[in-house]
């Protein structure tokens, strides 16, 4: 605490992202990244445009990654908008749409951000719980609000909630934004992309940092009506005239254009899961269903805790969660093949031993 903090500052509890260890002797399983490097072709695409033009500001509106993106998903220019990383976009979004009367809703297990955005932009919200089975309700929903926003699949249950669901919310929810935040859509999810030309009302948030192996290059966007979009323009530009670099626009372009590695390295994440799924449940945990590259598991034969703390003096990290309803679970994100079985062989001699 300091007397210079001003007041939102002091309250504020800010978000804790997953260990980076300094040193790489750790098999990361804890904050979702892809175990496949990004495609050599947005390697290359960065090395080229690392020249003399850097001494230049990039393109302030992004166009040639709007383009790629709009392209890609058969919208319009106009109907994207890019960022930061998606937990940029997802700041500008709450500004945006979510300062309003009534208060926001949100599952009581998503992604913690959202409780840190509403804390600093000061935002009214409910915590819906989730089903005792980890599943969105809708009809919870179904109540005034100010705004209604959720992770598919969800974070950190790895649960997707299907179209006709989503379609079925933005019917019953007309006067205010959704946020269908789809950070691992790519993982076996249908993206909600396809409604944005019947719900104006309709946000859809996505990012690079997962499927196309960029977290390191921040690179964020959303997909709406252009209605939304102009909102969002608006709050950027009041913000940061240049949220993205000219290495993030043209890394990110290139791996929009390198599809075939795209759809090869997710291919290869849901087969690591699907395998990853058949051992564990072998030794008797259970594993909620999921669409993402993770998987949310509760171990059986030692607690949540004692395994994490294990795991890391064998040097694989995951995530542990210290939180009511989740403290007897571990988010497991999936690696290659070669690292999953590790943990699983790790997971089983200290299962063995306790
Ligand atoms: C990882 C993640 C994000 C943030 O992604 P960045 O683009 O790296 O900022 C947003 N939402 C959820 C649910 C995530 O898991």
Redo the contacts with the bound molecule.
Sequence with gaps: MSKYWSQIIQALKPYVPGEQPKDNCFIKLN??ENPYPPSPKVIDAISKETDASLRRYPDPNCEALKQAIAEYYSVKKGNVFVG???????ALSFISFFKQRQPILFPDI??S?YEVYCRIFEIQNIRVPLTAALNISLADYAQPNGGIIF?NP???TGKLLLLDSIEKLLKQNDRSVVIV?E??IDFGGDTAIALIDKYPNLLV??????SRSL?GL???AALGSEELIEGLERAKNSFNSYPLDRLAIAGAVEAIRDEAYFQSTCKKVMETRERTVAALSKMGFSIVPSRANFVFIRPKGIQARELYTRLKDEKILVRYFDKPRIDEYLRVTIGTDADMQTFIEKTAQIVAAA
């Design positions: 904050t979702n930061n990383g998606s937990d940029e976009v997802l998503s992604y951000f992770p969800n974070a950190p935040d950070a691992y948030a996505q990012t690079f940092s997962k977290a921040r690179v964020g």
